[in-house]
């Protein structure tokens, strides 16, 4: 049903500094103003707002402050070089050390995070098949680690 995102909201610091960020991520501008942006995440279909003011005082709450891009799984394989090409740093999820991406078999899906200039969480995701058999799994595996499992 959900095929993408319609439309999130982030309070920023500074506009312009946002602006070049998410335009590096390849979101093209749908309209803008003084203090307010929208970005296109699928032309005609999605956006992101961006607000610049007061509002970024907000306290945080992740759930207030990310967004998942959905990405194809060869693209995630990939997400580490594409975010260094764009100058842009992995994070490490919850309580893991590690900036790879990851496939969560239990949830059926594989992420990256990253964060953009005003610290808002950001996460690259992907649908991931998972064979019945592998549906109980709940640790957090590498890619490498996935790709041996299914190849049994």
Known sequence: MIKGIYEAH?????LDTSLDFYQKLGLKIAWRDEKIAFLWIDEGRSWLGLWEGEEYKIPYHV?????AFEV?????KNSLFWLDTIQVEAVPKGNRESVEPFVRPYQGNGSVYFKDPDGNS?????????PDHLKHITDKLSFEEWEELISK
């Open 10 to 14: 982030l309070p920023v610091k500074n």
């Open 63 to 67: 759930a207030l402050r990310h967004i």
């Open 72 to 76: 194809s799984y060869e693209d995630l």
């Open 122 to 130: 950001l996460e690259l995701i992907c649908y991931v098949e998972v």
